[in-house]
Structures are given as structure tokens and as C-alpha cells.
């Protein structure tokens, strides 16, 4: 073989051999995940479920109120929870809704105050108070509201209110038009004296007036409320009697108007119904009289249907409607409801059974008795 061929050949195979080291000295087990693509110093920006987003934003917008207040120069702001501003002042309240319904003191629809002005616009409804007066204090409050044909109910979700204090030195107590009130007292539920006020920062007090003491508050039983007044938590018989508030703010102190207060204890429920008839057999010509008579709680009306045998005949027969309240011992007071029917003349045809159907709010009772012809 010649020597430029052999030297070739072994040049050749040292390379080789030192190309196959290479590869096999760069051979080793793989390291778990070695193979995954590993970003270097990479900021990755966090996702945000988009359910947990929406949910947010539904939570949000429940949240939002319809309500804004227009004030000088066309300007709008989201009305705070109370406003305190000075009689006589006018303010402006829109609130967001092609359907809005409105809920403001009742004191201005007494006589139908021309002070008040209500309208729907296609996107909002509106509500003007002008020339207003510390009796317009109070609560006013919209909402949106979703009918369908007749059916009509409150969007919870798109409503607003502001109570509104429209403060009077000389009327730090919300007028009314009672000189003397009622309130009473029932075992189950709170009592509220409402002798509420017109600036928030008068100091008001809570007084007997007999014997002549102040009530003293203690935050738990007894509380203060000034858009609401005094409210007792747990009304007991000792609560019971004539009480009065006192305001004083930066002046001489005012007096409100006294309230009575009556202690209640009876059943709840339908009313408690007697029947009694003035003669069960009467001669012709006689004149007889049936009394229904309910027992029951003092602030409870209490409504009467007759049915008689001469109804269907129109048989002339005169109702009397009363109520009164008495005192029955230890404080307790229960009113006295009575419906008579007045029969003159008795005949055949008046002769059977009388029903009386007392209603209240809680349910009707039914009773009946039978007169006849001696």
C-alpha cells in the first residue's frame, strides 16, 4: 500500500474515534422534565376567572343606587344616606328608569301639596320639592318598577333613597298635625314615640310627665333613633303612661307634643266574636236588636258583615257601627267593637238566623244566632 494512502486512512480513523467520544461523553440519564421548555426571568400576567369577574360586577351593580340629586348649574352627585338642608330650600331627584315609583312623608300627600311635583320622562323619573318646610323631613326613596301585563312587582336591585333633614331653629321637632297621639304598647314587639327632629345635632331627652322624671336611655332596652324617636325594644306595663320629648340645639329648648302611651296585652289573631240577640222569640210587630261584639287589640280594626233572612227582600233594617277603648286593670287596654242590627216591625219573613262576620286583619270569625215568631 503506498504511504500517502495509509496515512490517509489513519487520520480518518482518529477522527472518528474522537467524534464518537465526544458524543458518548455527552451521554447521560435525563433529569425529569429536562425536556420542558423552562422560561427565564418571564413575567406571566395572572387570569382572572371570568365567572368570579362577572359575579363581582353583579355584586356591584346591586350595590349602585338609581337615585342622583341635581344641583346649581346642572350638575348631578349621588344623593349621601341623609342630606340635611335648610327649609325652604327646593331640591331636585332623579332616578334612572323608563317605569319609577317614588315613596316620600306621607305629611305631603295629607292635601295633595302642590309643593310636590312628580314626573316620567323616557329615561328617568323625577321629583321637584320646592319651597320646603321642616314637615318635609323625612325618608325618599325610588325604585325601578318591572311589570308584566298586570303583574307588576319592585326591582330590588335598581332602587334609592336619602332621608332628608330640613332643619328649622324655630321647629326642632317634625311638625304634626296631632296636638295629642297614642302609641301602643304590645309585649311582643317594639313601641316607637315618634318625636323625631329636624337638625341632627340637638340633644333630645325623654320625659314622664307624671310623676314629673326624665326617662333615661340606655342604648339596649331604650334607644334614640332621630329618624324614627324614641323606640322601646321591649315594652313592658311600666312603660305606660303620658310622656313628652325635649329638643336643644344652640338655643332655648322645645317641647313636643305629649303622647299616651297604652299597655296591650290580649290574644292575636282573628277577632274574639260574640252574638247575642235582644229576645230570641219575639212577637209580630216588635222591634228586636242583635249585637256583635269583638274584643280585641286596641289598634286593631275590626270590620262587620251582616246576613240576615230579609237581605235577599231588602227588607229596610238599620246598622250601627262603634268602637271605644277600655282600661282593663293593670295597665291593660283593649278595645271594644260593637255592630248592632236594628229590626222594627218583626214579621214572618224576618224570622231565622242572623250571622255577623268580623274581620281584622289577622282573619275573620263567624257567628250566628236565631230569632222567631212567638
Not at 480513523?13 to 458518548?24: C, I, T
Not at 455527552?26 to 421548555?37: L, M, T
Not at 333615661?216 to 332596652?221: L, Q, S, V
Request: overall charge positive; charged content about 25%; glycine content about 6%.
Amino acid at each position: 500500500m503506498r504511504p500517502w494512502l495509509w496515512l490517509s486512512l489513519l487520520l480518518l480513523h482518529e477522527a472518528l474515534r474522537h467524534v464518537g467520544g465526544e458524543s458518548a461523553k455527552g451521554k447521560r440519564p435525563k433529569e425529569p422534565g429536562e425536556n420542558k421548555i423552562k422560561p427565564v426571568n418571564k413575567k406571566v400576567k395572572p387570569k382572572i376567572p371570568k365567572l368570579k369577574e362577572k359575579e363581582s360586577t353583579d355584586s356591584s351593580s346591586k350595590s349602585q343606587s338609581i337615585m342622583t340629586q341635581v344641583m346649581d348649574k346642572g350638575r348631578f352627585q349621588k344623593p349621601a344616606a341623609t342630606l340635611s338642608l335648610s327649609a325652604g330650600q327646593n331640591i331636585e331627584l332623579r332616578c334612572k328608569g323608563n317605569n319609577i315609583r317614588w315613596s316620600y312623608p306621607s305629611y305631603l300627600d295629607t292635601f295633595k301639596d302642590s309643593r310636590l311635583n312628580i314626573k316620567q320622562l323616557d329615561r328617568y323619573g323625577q321629583l321637584i320639592l320646592v319651597n320646603s318646610t321642616a314637615a318635609d323631613t323625612g325618608e325618599y326613596s325610588c325604585w325601578l318598577q318591572l311589570c308584566h301585563g298586570d303583574n307588576c312587582k319592585k326591582d330590588e336591585s335598581k332602587t334609592g333613597s336619602t332621608y332628608i333633614f330640613f332643619t328649622d331653629k324655630g321647629e326642632l321637632f317634625v311638625p304634626t298635625p296631632n296636638y295629642f297621639e297614642i302609641v301602643y304598647l304590645h309585649p311582643d314587639k317594639p313601641a316607637v314615640i315618634p318625636c323625631r327632629i329636624t337638625i341632627p345635632s340637638a340633644k333630645v331627652t325623654l320625659h314622664r310627665e307624671f310623676p314629673a322624671e326624665e326617662i333615661k336611655t340606655d342604648g339596649t332596652n331604650t334607644i334614640y333613633d332621630m329618624k324614627k324617636g324614641f323606640i322601646y325594644q321591649h315594652p313592658t306595663s311600666d312603660n305606660k303612661g303620658v310622656v313628652y320629648c325635649r329638643a336643644e340645639s344652640q338655643g332655648a329648648p322645645q317641647i313636643s307634643i305629649k303622647y299616651q302611651l297604652l299597655y296591650v296585652e290580649v290574644p292575636t289573631g282573628p277577632p274574639s266574636t260574640t252574638i247575642m240577640a235582644s229576645s230570641s222569640k219575639v212577637e209580630g210587630g216588635d222591634n228586636v236588636n242583635i249585637l256583635c261584639t269583638v274584643l280585641g287589640e286596641p289598634d286593631i280594626e275590626v270590620k262587620f258583615v251582616w246576613m240576615y233572612p230579609g237581605q235577599e227582600s231588602e227588607r229596610p233594617v238599620t246598622i250601627q257601627d262603634s268602637w271605644r277603648l277600655i282600661n282593663r286593670g293593670i295597665g291593660h287596654t283593649t278595645r271594644i267593637s260593637r255592630s248592632v242590627i236594628v229590626i222594627e216591625d218583626f214579621e214572618t219573613n224576618d224570622a231565622g238566623s242572623y250571622v255577623c262576620v268580623a274581620q281584622n286583619s289577622r282573619g275573620q270569625t263567624t257567628v250566628a244566632t236565631s230569632v222567631e215568631l212567638a
